[in-house]
């Protein structure tokens, strides 16, 4: 290096030497040109004034090498200047290859935003050329061309807003590509962007997103408890729906928690050293047993408990999966004694069991239940074959069955009639294909269930649904249907018929006088009557003391004789129980097509008529007429009242007690309350709760009444010193319209309430409307911790199906039909049928319309749960059970007493 700097300093000083020289020859020339003859000698004799020949070729000589100099000087300055561009250009090449090969797009601009540089990958990733980046671009103007052509999803100034920060910006490309931008300000002023593909990466963090949701789901619905704790603070990151159940906590409540802020401190401190065990197992894995405290009760958990590390192989999570094993080690102690576990377990099962080999069709195992089928011992059946056991016809329809069940290899299910002893009976088959280690089919499970008095119980209760459960006539909801089809009959023609809606006089006398027994007995035979006067027309109990036929015929004529008949057949006395009891009727008549078009039309013009009806005299018969819409008129009014009491707080909520069933009202302890509300009209006075909620319900206020009762009710039970349940009704309207769960959050979060405090009443409507969103607002309403409960079972169309969609917290039977317990046979089947069926599916049961100690004895000793009705309590306000809920009462003022 030093020999190539000292000969490129050689060559630079040639030509500098030169120029030394001809200046230093050029100057001794001139002066000699210059000077004059020396003074006193004699001056030569050529001088006279002219040049020397030989000055002038030297003179001529020296100019030539001048200017060879300088030729030689210009090209030396030209050959450096091409040297220092060939370097420049080399470093540029080498600078653009590099940026170009770079596997994300960047582009620098100078201080004036005019671009730079762009290499190659920026063009690919928008689909660019050259052309498209004219010279003196800036940035902005390049982004208006890619928004231009779909290449930008947001403004310039959201582009460097958001580009600028340490996130970046990501854009959704029209091709599906997703790019990743972080813009950069540089100290002169300028700037640098670097745009790169991450459409994999997101594609992937899409995924593990995915991936994660799916194994929480997969952990949510594994029975076993699952937890996992930070080993740092021992606090909990994650609890599962099964050690939500086995703890009776919330994952709201558990989650951040560590064990001694949930638990017993006995219980913590079990956990804690079974935690301790985990850490210090070189493996990094412990399994134990041990007792813990879950309320008044101790448990006995199965345990493993397994330690996650992280990249440095330090602890870092606990993971803790535990069973409740109490039951089944009290089993296996009272079973251990016996080789015989396995029979005593098949035999009473509450279903016949029948395994059965592949290969031979021959039986292996059969359990007593199964003997009803068999018709014959099983031990007696052990290594027959269905053709050996069965006449040929039921034989060859079960081989076929058999063999399409094998021929799945999965699971078939099928309900059939099968002879027995006792007859023809319906049986639930399942049919489940065994595999060997090959996997081909080893043996056959069956399971046979007689559900004859399931089916039976079913069909009474889709009965009831559309029929009422004291005089069995059509509900309303049936007559309604038999309208819409006369109406569908009649549309097109010129036939007429006639709605009745006929109100039954005196029935409030006869309860009043006589009791409620009395009058349910006079209403069986109103019903008996009324279907004798129809002669086969549709008659329908619509609610109380309120009945509705359907005539043919020419209108309003036949409708008029029909309703006098009735007026006559009703007047005759009633002996009911050899006491004379007399009614009457009071009728409304409305036509077809003239008084409406519509079912719920027709029906509501027979109400107005029968309003104006009664407002003559008892008795009356009246046809309606237009200006009967008065009603109508006046229902809006209430409408109007109705929505300003909501607003102005007129609206008040009374509580009704329910209580755990027992054998007398002293025995049943409170423990809850179910709000209620009540209006208090400042003109009309009480407002029956039966005008005013179908009002709301109809008129969609119920969505703001309801929020406001959800909250007063939610408020005033987080102010008892007694931490007891408080039920509220959810109306279908609520799910519809607004967010409910947002809602119910929000509102325990504001007045504190504990949600496993909080039960949320709903009927079948919620799922009628839209079955998967309306169960997804149940799971998530459940997910807050707080209980859902079926109100009014039995009363709808698919109650038992929804009890197999969503595991309901508390089942409330219907008041229809304890009111008949004692009275009817039916109802009491219905109402044990009901308790079994819920206790089946770990529900709790509640009913309501508890009247008489008859009732609450048979709920008592049927295991009913919990009950509610006047004879347990009636809805007063809180003030009332101020001492239930831990508040004495003193001069009129609730004062909160101390609780130890």
């Not at 015929?553 to 409708?559: E, F, L």
């Amino acid at each position: 290096m030093a020999g190539k700097n000292w000969q490129a300093g050689g060559r630079d000083s040639i030509p500098a030497l030169a120029l030394v020289c001809l200046l230093a020859t050029s100057a001794s020339y001139g002066l000699a040109w210059a000077a004059p003859p020396v003074s006193g000698g004699s001056a030569p004799s050529s001088y006279s004034g002219e040049l020397d020949p030989n000055m002038i070729w030297e003179m001529l000589i020296g100019g030539i090498v001048v200017v060879s100099f300088l030729a030689a000087a210009g090209l030396w300055v030209l050959s450096a200047l091409r040297r220092v561009k060939r370097s420049q250009l080399r470093r540029s090449a080498f600078v653009s290859s590099a940026l170009n090969n770079l596997s994300q797009g960047v582009v620098m601009t100078d201080v004036r935003q005019r671009i730079i540089y762009c290499n190659d990958r920026y063009l690919e990733i928008y689909g660019l050329v050259r052309a498209d980046i004219p010279r003196n671009m800036t940035g902005p103007e390049l982004l208006e061309v890619r928004r231009k052509r779909g290449a930008l999803d947001v403004s310039v100034d959201e582009f460097y807003a958001q580009a600028a920060t340490a996130d970046g910006l990501i854009t959704e490309l029209p091709n599906g590509k997703s790019v990743l931008v972080k813009y950069f300000r540089l100290p002169n002023g300028g700037s640098v962007a670097t745009h790169e593909d991450c459409t994999a990466q997101r594609k992937l963090s899409r995924k593990l997103a995915s991936t994660t949701q799916f194994l929480e789901s997969v952990l949510d619905n594994v029975p076993v408890c699952v937890a996992a704790k930070n080993i740092e603070d021992g606090r909990y990151i994650f609890a599962n729906r099964a050690f939500e159940r086995f703890s009776r906590f919330s994952r709201d409540h558990i989650v951040g928690k560590r064990a001694d802020e949930i638990f017993q401190p006995e219980t913590a401190r079990t956990i804690d050293t079974a935690d301790q065990s985990a850490l210090k197992a070189p493996e990094g894995y412990h399994r134990s047993e041990f007792e813990v405290e879950r309320g008044s009760e101790k448990r006995v958990l199965a345990s493993n408990r397994v330690i996650a590390r992280d990249e440095n192989n330090q602890p870092e999570f606990l993971i803790a999966l535990f069973d409740d094993v109490t039951d089944r080690r009290s089993l296996s102690r009272e079973l251990e004694s016996t080789k015989k576990f396995l029979e005593l377990v098949v035999d009473n099962i509450p279903v016949s069991l029948i395994v059965e080999r592949v290969s031979d069709g021959k039986y292996l195992l059969a359990n007593r239940s199964a003997e009803t089928i068999l018709n014959r011992r099983r031990e007696d059946a052990t290594g027959l074959t269905a053709a050996d056991i069965f006449n040929p016809r039921e034989a060859k329809l079960i081989i076929a069955r058999d063999e399409a069940a094998i021929k799945k290899r999965g699971l078939l299910t099928e309900e059939h009639p099968i002879s027995t002893k006792d007859g023809l009976r319906l049986f639930l088959t399942r049919r489940m294909t065994v595999l060997d280690d090959a996997g081909e089919p080893q043996y056959l499970i069956k399971t046979h269930e007689d559900v004859t008095d399931r089916r039976q119980t079913e069909s009474r209760m889709a009965h009831m649904a559309y029929h009422d459960g004291l005089t069995d006539l059509p509900n309303r909801a049936a007559f309604l249907q038999a309208l819409a089809q006369m109406i569908e009959a009649c549309e097109g023609t010129e036939e007429e018929f006639a709605v009745l809606c006929i109100d039954l006089d005196g029935l409030k006398e006869v309860n009043d006088v006589f009791g409620h027994a009395m009058g349910d007995k006079v209403l069986t035979e109103v019903a008996q009557r009324l279907q004798d006067c129809a002669r086969g027309g549709v008659v329908a109990r619509l609610g109380g003391d309120e009945f509705g036929l359907i005539i043919d015929g020419k209108q309003p004529s036949a409708g008029i004789a029909l309703a006098e008949q009735v007026a006559i057949a009703l007047a005759k006395e009633f002996q009911i129980d050899g006491k004379p009891v007399r009614a009457g009727a009071t009728t409304g008549i409305s036509v077809f097509p003239h008084n409406g078009s519509d079912a719920a039309a027709l029906l509501a013009n027979s109400g107005a008529a029968l309003f104006r009806a009664k407002a003559k005299s008892r008795g009356s018969i009246s046809v309606f007429e237009p200006e009967m819409d008065q009603q109508i008129r006046d229902r809006r009014v209430l409408h109007q009242d109705l929505s300003v009491a909501i607003k102005n707080g007129e609206l008040s909520l009374y509580y009704q007690p329910q209580a755990a069933s027992g054998p007398t009202v002293a025995t049943s302890e409170v423990i809850g309350f179910e709000a209620l509300a009540r209006w208090m009209h400042p003109v009309r006075g009480f407002v029956s709760p039966g005008d005013f909620i179908p009002l709301a319900e109809e008129s969609g206020l119920i969505v703001e009444m309801g929020e406001w009762i959800l909250r007063e009710a939610c408020r005033e039970a987080a102010s008892w010193p007694v931490p007891m349940q408080i039920a509220v009704n959810l109306s279908p309207a609520q799910f519809m319209h607004g967010d409910v769960v947002s809602l119910v959050h929000s509102i325990l979060l504001e007045t504190g309430l504990a949600p496993d405090r909080l039960e949320l009443e709903i009927t079948e409507g919620v799922l009628i409307e839209d079955f998967d969103r309306g169960l997804a607002l149940l799971r998530r309403l459940k997910a807050l911790g707080v209980r859902i409960s079926m109100d009014d079972f039995g009363s709808g169309y698919s109650s038992l199906s929804y009890l197999q969609a969503f595991p309901f917290d508390k089942i409330k039977i219907d008041r229809a039909f304890v009111m008949h317990l004692g009275r009817n046979p039916q109802s009491a089947a219905i109402v044990r049928a009901v308790i079994d069926l819920g206790h089946g599916l770990e529900m709790s049961i509640v009913a309501e319309g508890v009247e008489t100690q008859e009732q609450l004895s048979f709920l008592s000793e049927e295991g009913c749960d919990a009950v509610q009705g006047y004879f347990i309590g009636k809805p007063l306000p809180i003030g009332q059970y101020a001492a239930l809920v831990g508040r004495n009462v003193i001069n009129g003022i609730e004062s909160t007493r101390k609780t130890g």
